[in-house]
Every structure is written in C-alpha cells, then in structure tokens.
Nanobody, 114 residues
Framework: QVQLVESGGGLVQTGGSLRLSCAVS????????MRWYRQAPGKQRELVAH??????NYRDSVKGRFTIYRDNANTTLYLLVNSLKPEDTAVYYC?????????WGQGPQVTVSS
C-alpha cells in the first residue's frame, strides 16, 4: 500500500505562485510514475504534469509555468505553479503508479482570483 498526503493549496491572486507537495509513504519501492491531475468544477479530471525517471511532460496550457519534480527517494512529489491564471482554479490531485496499482491523493484546492 502507498499513502499520499497533499499540502500547499490555497487562494492566490492572478500571477501568483504556489508549491503543492505530496508526501508519499508506505511501499514506495517500485514506484515508476508520478503525476499531478486537476479537476475544475463541472469539468473532467485532466492530466497536468508527469514524471517518470528523468522524463517530464506537461499539458500545453501549463508549459513554462508549472514544474513537476520529486526528491531522489520518491518520498515527496512537488508541483511548483507560477504565473497562475483564473483558469488554473481546480482541485489538484497527486497520482502514483506502483506496478499495476494506482494511488490518488486527497486533492488540495487551488483558487486563483482575478
């Protein structure tokens, strides 16, 4: 089992920054994919950023503004979000894949005011 505990959400003004954290504990050996998703009200959950090994990838709307990274032990996943826009308002979920098993964080709210 893997446990995920997120922190770092909040209310920010347009142009502001936040750092989301996802503490990973439990059976972390074998974790091969870590991601951040988000879900805005009335919309489907969407993939925001992906990291596996040294490879990272982002959805087009956040490229150049968001950065996904993790510590070397895979115990904490981060999402640094800069130049926030109102359309970034959503609940942000961390996601971890360990073999065929998938785990989700609880999702902190990020609200960007205009």
């Amino acid at each position: 089992q893997v446990q995920l505990v997120e922190s770092g959400g909040g209310l920010v003004q347009t142009g502001g920054s936040l750092r989301l954290s996802c503490a990973v504990s439990g059976s972390i050996l074998g974790i091969n994919v870590m991601r951040w998703y988000r879900q805005a009200p009335g919309k489907q959950r969407e993939l925001v950023a992906h990291i596996s090994g040294e490879f990272t990838n982002y959805r087009d709307s956040v490229k150049g503004r968001f950065t996904i990274y993790r510590d070397n032990a895979n115990t904490t996943l981060y999402l640094l979000v800069n130049s926030l826009k109102p359309e970034d308002t959503a609940v942000y979920y961390c996601y971890v894949m360990r073999g065929p098993q998938i785990y989700w964080g609880q999702g902190p709210q990020v609200t960007v005011s205009s």
